[in-house]
C-alpha cells in the first residue's frame, strides 16, 4: 500500500510540474527589455513618397516623408535579448521589402558567432519572402530569432507596411 500510495503522489507531482511548466514561445514578453527601448531612426532614409506629390510650391508635403508606399531604408529598434542586442535594418522599395539584414547581433563568444553565422542569413530571406515578421524561429537560435523578429516589427512598423 505504501508504494501505491508514494507512486501515485510522485505522479501527480510530476504531472502538476509538466502543466506548470513556461515554454519558450510563452516568455517572449520576459525577453523583452525592462524598459522600452525607442526606435533608432537616425539611419531611416526615404527616397519616394508615392502617396503625396510633391511640388516646390508645397512644403507641407515635403514634410511628411514617410508614407504607406515609401521606398528606403528603416532601421528597428534594437532588440535586448538574453545573448546581446538584436538589431534588424530593412530596405523597401515600392512598398515591398527588397532586403533584410541584421546589423547588431550577438557574437561576443564562438558559439554566438557560429549559432548567428547559420540563422541570419535564414532569417534574412525568409523575413523578404514572407515579408512580415510573422517567420519561424531558427532551431537553436530561439533567443536571436525573437530578437530578430521583434526589431523587424519595429522596422517594418517605421515603413508603415
Known amino acids: 500500500m505504501r508504494r501505491?500510495?508514494?507512486?501515485?503522489?510522485?505522479t501527480l507531482s510530476a504531472v502538476l510540474l509538466m502543466f506548470s511548466y513556461h515554454t519558450s514561445t510563452n516568455s517572449i514578453a520576459a525577453a523583452a527589455p525592462a524598459e522600452p527601448v525607442a526606435p533608432d531612426t537616425s539611419t531611416t532614409t526615404v527616397e519616394n513618397a508615392t502617396d503625396e506629390p510633391t511640388t516646390s510650391s508645397d512644403s507641407t508635403a515635403s514634410s511628411k516623408s514617410t508614407?504607406?508606399?515609401?521606398?528606403?531604408?528603416?532601421?528597428?529598434?534594437?532588440?535586448?535579448?538574453?545573448?546581446?542586442?538584436?538589431?534588424v535594418q530593412i530596405t523597401v522599395k515600392n512598398g515591398k521589402i527588397t532586403n533584410s539584414q541584421a546589423i547588431q547581433y550577438p557574437s561576443s563568444n564562438g558559439r554566438d558567432q557560429q549559432i548567428n553565422a547559420y540563422a541570419l542569413p535564414i532569417l534574412n530571406q525568409e523575413a523578404t519572402s514572407a515579408q512580415s515578421a510573422n517567420i519561424d524561429?531558427?532551431?537553436g537560435a530561439t533567443v536571436t530569432s525573437n530578437g530578430y523578429r521583434s526589431s523587424l516589427q519595429s522596422a517594418i512598423d517605421q515603413a508603415h507596411l
Open 67 to 87: 508614407t504607406k508606399t515609401a521606398s528606403g531604408t528603416y532601421t528597428g529598434s534594437r532588440a535586448n535579448t538574453r545573448w546581446g542586442i538584436v538589431q
Open 4 to 10: 501505491i500510495s508514494f507512486w501515485f503522489m510522485s
Open 137 to 139: 524561429a531558427i532551431s
